[in-house]
């Protein structure tokens, strides 16, 4: 005996009504979706993940953000104000780089740089920064060489140890343009992140920027004779001065001058 299927026209209808709810739910979620999407990919035609990434490592570089801080996804994304996407995003190349490590779900720390490493990333630098100054003292133009010298006097000027390791960044970031070499730059911001991650600038140590500063003044004025072998050989003169001082931070027990003192009980 054949089985009349029984048609309920409100049955239907519910159904129809239920699955076009479903369907209008399932796009306006997509729609959102999208939008985030977008608003995650770019602003001002730069990726908003690499603005994040941006903004943390120059948070390490200024020592904002400390070795031994830890950054959770939710937190960064409510103090920047944007969606988890692009932090997440910027979080994978900050692993990628070596800057932060996982720490479960606890989310991520920043890094520490034992001696060892220490020893290899000067090593690095000073053939790096004897390259760049070598360089420029073959292309820097006249401008280039007085913006030098007055981002050296600046930093005479100044007594404030995060002032000074601020303007002896600058100093060397204008030898690197002056060198004329995207792949040495493209090295040397890679060293530039890893020096980061050294925690306290070496111009809190009493003696290092009377030291520094003629260092700098010998480094302004090979580039300005042109003299490049005397530039690199003065370039890398300063860092390995400067490695001196790390190494006395990093095994000294005394606390830094301008460290803020305990309290007295």
């Known amino acids: ?90 979080f994978g190349r900050m692993i990628a780089k070596g800057l932060v490590e996982p720490i479960g779900a606890r989310g991520l720390v920043v890094r520490s740089l034992d001696t060892a490493e220490v020893l290899e990333l000067y090593t690095m630098r000073e053939i790096l920064e004897g390259t760049a100054a070598r360089l420029a003292a073959h292309h820097a133009s006249a401008p280039e060489i007085d913006a030098l010298a007055d981002i050296q006097t600046a930093f ?3 007594s404030d140890s995060a002032a000074m390791a601020w303007l002896n960044r600058q100093f060397h970031e204008a030898i690197f343009r002056a060198a004329r070499n995207r792949y040495l730059d493209s090295a040397l911001q890679e060293a530039q992140d890893a020096i980061a991650l050294l925690g306290p600038t070496t111009f809190q140590v009493e003696t290092r920027p009377e030291t520094a500063s003629p260092e700098h003044r010998a480094i302004v004025k090979a580039i300005a ?41």
């Open 156 to 158: 005479e000027a100044q």
């Open 1 to 90: 005996m054949a089985l009349r299927r029984c048609e309920n026209p409100v049955g239907s209808e519910l159904s129809q009504g239920v699955l076009h709810s479903m369907a209008t739910r399932t796009t306006a979620s997509a729609q959102r979706r999208q939008r985030e999407t977008a608003r995650a990919r770019l602003v001002g035609g730069v990726p908003l993940g690499e603005i994040v990434f941006r903004t943390l490592r120059e948070g390490i570089q200024s020592g904002d953000i400390k070795p031994g801080d830890r950054l959770r996804e939710e937190e960064v994304a409510q103090r920047l104000k944007v969606s988890r996407t692009p932090v997440r995003e910027a």
């Open 225 to 265: 004779r042109h003299d490049a072998d005397a530039a690199e050989q003065a370039a890398r003169l300063h860092i390995r001065a400067a490695l001196r001082t790390r190494l006395k931070l990093l095994h000294s027990p005394e606390v830094p001058p301008d460290a803020p003192k305990p309290a007295r009980r």
